[in-house]
């Protein structure tokens, strides 16, 4: 199991911007596709940005043109740059390690969350 620490969350104002990171404690970081979801109170966890080995991306209409997110192979590292932010985007921001289908010895794995509180 992958170990994934996040860490960047904190408090904003509208219109502000965090970063946010998550470490891979595994080398199978550079083949897997690496993703960023949040959480609500009371709502459902939800996709907010992927990033594919080859570091390609994929990101929830809401997020478009707000949210950029990127990785560091060389030091398995994983980055969510967030900007324009809005009320509705507080929530705990959780990473995730999915890895290749062809490592069957490896599972998915998730963070422990980082709390992001968009107010003023």
């Known amino acids: 199991q992958v170990q994934l620490v996040e860490s960047g969350g904190g408090l904003v104002q509208p219109g502000g911007s965090l970063r946010l990171s998550c470490a891979a404690s595994?080398?199978?970081?550079?083949?897997?596709?690496m993703g960023w979801y949040r959480q609500a109170p009371g709502k459902q966890r939800d996709f907010v940005a992927s990033?594919?080995?080859?570091?390609?991306?994929t990101y929830a209409d809401s997020v478009k043109g707000r949210f950029t997110i990127s990785r560091d192979n060389a030091n398995s590292l994983l980055y969510l740059q967030m900007n324009s932010l809005k009320p509705e985007d507080t929530a705990v921001y959780y990473c995730?390690?999915?890895?290749?289908?062809?490592?069957?010895?490896?599972?998915?794995?998730w963070g422990q969350g980082t709390q992001v509180t968009v107010s003023s």
């Open positions: 995730k390690l999915d890895p290749p289908k062809y490592a069957i010895q490896w599972t998915s794995s």
């Open positions: 595994e080398l199978i970081f550079q083949l897997s596709t």
């Open positions: 990033i594919a080995n080859d570091g390609s991306p």
